[in-house]
């Protein structure tokens, strides 16, 4: 059965008090409409369309930036979800098969409901979840049997509706062109004045077709409205991806205070410390080590490396097998071949540093004109001192040495050793001479 995915992200999200909209605030290090996207690709849908309407150039980026072939269509007034699905339909000319609608701020659905979803054989099945609380936000899935009557929303139900336990989540599937017809014959006489996508149920078994529902998880369904709910689903995302970490054989010694991204990989038998901050596209293969207090975006870290405490890595960071990284380092767009020891107080940024080579303490890269970035070329097996400064673009040869508290700003050949630092002046015994005349000042002072 082929897919398609309407996604829709054209709301302002007003209770988020935010001129940010509201698909693209962010649950673990990525923006709500990422996570909506991201379950839907597994269907590998023939299209993704993505509704946007408040804030459509940020909205539009962020959805590109997922799926760049995905179809966006601007939805310019928000007069209601079935509205949002009608500015979708010219994007589905040509397909035939199964379309799902989800919601951009609900980011927890999963591929495996999706998959309940595109294999249901009724022609329009909604996702629904049980719960006892009445919430009021949302519409009641009226059933007889196994059959979908319609959908009321809670400000349209009457008393003996708003009981009903069985909730919409929102998500629909339904066939391509049966979908066209219904949108297209949808009013907006209700409460809200809106084209609800909710009355398509009800639409469906009055022209005799068939409308079902199927249900999952109520945590699946939680959508973001405000803060404190997107607090809460960011609470869940972690306490979930913890359990998922230490389930595939990842030892975290203080799992509460570990926080993941959306795309995090770690290896089976890898250890993460306690405060570890997991930024988008952080890679951690089999046994290596991730001391406490770290913050890693964007970098892979090979097996047996050990990293921080304290480390900072950043975007482009590539360390090999083996490599140290120590406390109070940061490292940016770099590769450090295997075994590379960078153990103190240094930045290593825009380098290539070559395999067995070590960096002592408080060195730095400097990489920056206060113009343009430059690259640092270190080679294999190289001393680099403490307290060096690499003048970039600068390469150090295989083998090198450079002095401690070197400022190199030429290139250093192989096997050369280099200093680049004041020669040291050394006056016997003026140290106690310097004393006395300073004494003598200070006691002139107090008498003055
Ligand atoms: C909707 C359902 C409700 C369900 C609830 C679950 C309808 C009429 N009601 O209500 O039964 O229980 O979801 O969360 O569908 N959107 C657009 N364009 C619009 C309107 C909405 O793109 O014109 C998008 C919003 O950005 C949002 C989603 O559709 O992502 C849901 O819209 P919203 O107005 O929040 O619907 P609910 O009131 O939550």
Redesign the pocket.
């Known amino acids: 059965m082929q897919v398609s995915v309407i996604v829709?992200?054209?709301?302002q999200g007003t209770r988020m008090n935010s001129d940010l909209p509201?698909v693209l605030h962010h649950v673990a290090a990525a923006p709500l409409l990422h996570h909506a996207m991201r379950a839907s690709a597994s269907l590998q849908p023939d299209r993704t369309i993505v509704?946007v309407?408040h804030g459509a150039e940020g909205v539009t980026k962020a959805a590109l930036d997922e799926n760049p072939d995905a179809h966006i269509v601007v939805?310019s007034e928000?007069?209601?979800?079935g509205?949002?699905v009608r500015q979708a339909l010219p994007a589905l000319e040509g397909f035939s098969g199964k379309v799902i609608v989800l919601?951009?701020?609900?980011p927890f659905i999963t591929p495996e409901t999706l998959e309940k979803l595109a294999v249901s054989t009724a022609d329009v099945t909604v996702l629904g979840f049980h719960t006892d609380s009445r919430p009021q936000?949302?519409?009641r899935l009226v059933m007889e049997g196994d059959a979908l009557v319609r959908?009321v929303?809670y400000k349209d139900a009457t008393e003996a509706e708003r009981a009903i336990t069985l909730?919409?989540?929102?998500v629909v599937a339904c066939d391509a062109a049966v979908l066209a017809e219904l949108v297209s014959g949808l009013t907006n006489t209700n409460a809200a004045g809106?084209y609800?996508?909710?009355d398509i149920p009800a639409a469906a078994r009055k022209r005799g077709l068939t409308a079902t529902a199927v249900t999952c998880p109520e945590a699946e369904t939680l959508?973001i409205?405000t803060r404190a709910s997107l607090a809460e689903a960011e609470a869940a995302f972690q306490s979930r991806a913890r359990a998922d970490a230490l389930e595939n054989g990842v030892t975290l010694t203080a799992p509460e205070t570990v926080f993941f991204a959306l795309d995090t990989h770690i290896g089976r038998d890898a250890v993460i410390g306690p405060n570890v901050l997991f930024g988008p596209g952080v890679t951690v293969e089999s046994g290596a080590e991730i001391k406490g207090f770290c913050h890693l975006e964007g970098c892979h870290i090979s097996r047996g490396a050990t990293v921080g405490p304290f480390a900072r890595l950043r975007p482009g960071a590539e360390l090999a097998e083996d490599v140290h990284v120590g406390n109070f380092v940061e490292i940016k767009n770099s590769i450090l071949d295997e075994g590379v020891k960078v153990g103190h107080l240094t930045y290593i940024g825009d380098a290539d540093v070559g395999e067995h080579t070590n960096i002592g303490a408080g060195t730095v890269t400097c990489n920056y004109d206060g113009v343009m970035k430059h690259r640092t070329t270190i080679g294999k097996r190289v001393f680099i001192g403490s307290d060096t400064m690499l003048v970039a673009p600068v390469t150090v040869g295989d083998g090198a040495l450079t002095g401690s508290g070197s400022v190199i700003t030429e290139d250093v050949p192989a096997e050369a050793v280099a200093i680049g630092r004041a020669r040291q002046v050394t006056k016997p015994g003026l140290a106690t001479k310097l004393f006395e005349k300073l004494r003598a000042i200070k006691a002139a002072k107090k008498g003055a």
């Open positions: 829709l992200a054209a709301g509201k509704v309407g939805q928000r007069l209601g979800t509205h949002a919601y951009g701020d609900t936000r949302y519409g959908i929303e909730i919409n989540s929102g809106e609800y996508l909710t959508g409205d």
